[in-house]
């Protein structure tokens, strides 16, 4: 899909219909390009959903991104990561969680829930 199907810079981008991907980032009459919110510095308002934490989100690349939170915030390996918004769109699962003794702070490593390589197919959503 492209610009001459409706697709319009900004929209957002899913798989299997409420995984959010990214952003259209570019609309060529046929095609449309994505920036994915795992791309290098890219930031994500997103809340963790059993302590009902906001947090921003960072993209470090490939596919991965990191959530620092302060130690005493309980999270665990296989917690979902949702984005902040009324209509919340889940973005991945916990799949690491490093800290440092002398650190008051907790790094939560996670990544989309499908290898965005094997996907066929993604549901831009017209606004």
């Given at each position: 899909?492209?610009?001459?199907d ?34 290098f ?87």
């Open positions: 899909s492209g610009a001459r409706g697709v319009k810079e900004g929209m957002p981008v899913f798989a299997f219909g409420n995984v959010l991907l990214g952003y259209t980032a570019d609309a060529l009459p046929d095609t449309a390009k994505i920036k994915l919110i795992s791309s510095k890219e930031e994500t308002n997103v809340v963790l959903p059993l302590s009902q934490t906001p947090a921003i989100a960072m993209g470090r690349g490939g596919e991965n991104m990191e959530i620092t939170l302060p130690k005493a915030i309980k999270t665990e390996i296989g917690e979902q990561i949702m984005t902040l918004g009324k209509q919340p769109f889940l973005i991945g699962f916990i799949e690491k969680i490093e800290s440092q003794p002398a650190d008051p702070f907790q790094k939560i490593i996670f990544r989309f829930p499908a290898n965005i390589q094997q996907l066929n197919e993604v549901l831009i959503l017209k606004k």
